[in-house]
């Protein structure tokens, strides 16, 4: 059984797969408290799911890209029964993690999108860094950022653990509405990093309190 907050599917926002349609089955529970959080409804709200029942709805949406996501998907334990089944009928299975919890169990054809917390979440002393030592080729590192403390600390975060070389891609995310995002724009800029700017695509496309998409 698998505790699921929500499942659907729309536009991937994030990630360098943004802009491709994906079914999001979102898990229940979270032990961190990000500032800027933007799904604290998944805390708590949610019902327990039969794992093949849940690969049977997401069949049914006839599309190849899944993103397991929470709360922290990493907290329950059926999660990896759930990514190996979904695997097994062909998905190209997104886990978004916060980093906190370990990624050693990860299946590895799996695409980890880990999150690496900066100090304006609250939750950067969360940060399991064992996690970079676990980034496969093909595994994203993420940063949201909501000032420039934060911006100098993830510098200093790729720079330090040579994630250039390690992850497939870096994205620095602004915190929407918080952040400028010509600003980070213009600091990565002036900086030459070899990152990718991102913003949540569907904030954009639907109203950034809409839930489901």
Known sequence: MVTVN??????????????????????????LRCSWCDTPYSFHEGGKRQIDDLLNQVDAYGCPLVEVTGGEPLLQEAVYPLMEGLLTRG????????GHRSTERVPASVVTILDVKCP?????????????DRLRPHDEVKFVIKDRADYDYAVDVVTRHDLTVR????????VHGVMDLRQLSEWVLADRLPVRVQVQ?????????????
Not at 120 to 132: F, Q
Not at 167 to 174: K, Q, R
Request: hydrophobic letters at 40%; aromatic letters at 12%.
């Open 6 to 31: 929500e499942v659907f599917y729309s536009v991937q926002g994030e990630s360098s797969y943004a802009g491709q349609p994906c079914v999001f089955v979102r898990l229940t529970a979270c032990d």
């Open 91 to 98: 998905k190209r299975v997104l886990l978004e993690t916060g």
């Open 120 to 132: 304006g979440s609250g939750e950067a002393h969360r940060m399991d860094w064992a996690n970079l």
């Open 167 to 174: 992850a497939a891609a870096i994205h620095f995310s602004p």
């Open 201 to 213: 695509l569907h904030k954009y496309i639907w109203d950034p309190a809409t839930r489901g998409v």
